[in-house]
Each structure stands twice: as structure tokens, then as C-alpha cells.
């Protein structure tokens, strides 16, 4: 896997210490780019760099877990689940609660890169993010 590199200016309101507004940053992501600073509480005064490689853990083990489910329906002889299969809701039924952990533990980390305070629901996220977006233009 092959990690893109990109320059990224930091729109974030408060960036990270020794990190002025406006910075050119260069890094690399299993995704590509990351959009923001983080936060100082992130991590537990990890350094950037160290920010990166646990994003990059969190997002692989999303891959990983996706691969366990589908090894474990080939080893049964059954079709493996199609990303479509592993990303319906179903009301009252979770086939899939380890990829549930794996992104939820994701997007407490990356949630981390925004504010210090974690959201109180999925709503509070979205209207933060797009306020953030609306700032970057």
C-alpha cells in the first residue's frame, strides 16, 4: 500500500504548539491528507508524527476487520460479505460489531484533531465539520 504525500495548510482555529496558523506541513496518510491540526489534548501529548502512525493503525485495523469477516465466511464455505453487506444497517441486528468498534474507535481519534472536548452525538460532529469546511474557502 503506498501512502500519497500532499501539503496541507492548517485551517484549524488553534494549531498544535511550535506550528503557526497558515504552516505548510508535509505527511503521510494510509488516506492521503488530514485536514487539520490536532488538538493539544490529542493523544495524550503524542507528536504529530506519532498522532499519524495511530491514525494509520486505527484505519488499517478497520481493513483488518473486514478481512477477518471475510476469511471467516470463506472458511464456511459461505460468499463472503460484500462492503455493501458490512455497511447496511440492520435495524435490531449487528452482524458486524467489531467494524463498528474499529470506526468508532477511529472517529474518537480523529475527533481528537478538531477540539478537545468529544461531540455529543453524530449532529454536533457534522455542524462542527461543515462550519470548519465553510472557514477553509
Not at 487539520?36 to 485495523?61: D, F
Amino acid at each position: 500500500m503506498s501512502a500519497q504525500v500532499r501539503e496541507q495548510v492548517y485551517p484549524h482555529p488553534n494549531p498544535p504548539p511550535q506550528v503557526g496558523e497558515g504552516t505548510k506541513v508535509r505527511h503521510n496518510t494510509v488516506s492521503g491528507s488530514l485536514q487539520s491540526a490536532p488538538s493539544p489534548a490529542c493523544g495524550g501529548g503524542l507528536g504529530w508524527g506519532q498522532k499519524i502512525a495511530k491514525l494509520e493503525q486505527l484505519a488499517q485495523a478497520i481493513l483488518d476487520v473486514r478481512q477477518k469477516y471475510r476469511d471467516n465466511a470463506i472458511a464456511k464455505g459461505l460468499t463472503p460479505p460484500s462492503l455493501a453487506e458490512l455497511y447496511n444497517p440492520r435495524v435490531g441486528l449487528d452482524p458486524f460489531p467489531e467494524l463498528r468498534k474499529a470506526h468508532r474507535d477511529l472517529d474518537k481519534a480523529v475527533d481528537t484533531l478538531y477540539r478537545d472536548e468529544p461531540f455529543e452525538n453524530e449532529a454536533e460532529r457534522v455542524a462542527f465539520l461543515f462550519e470548519m469546511y465553510g472557514k477553509m474557502k
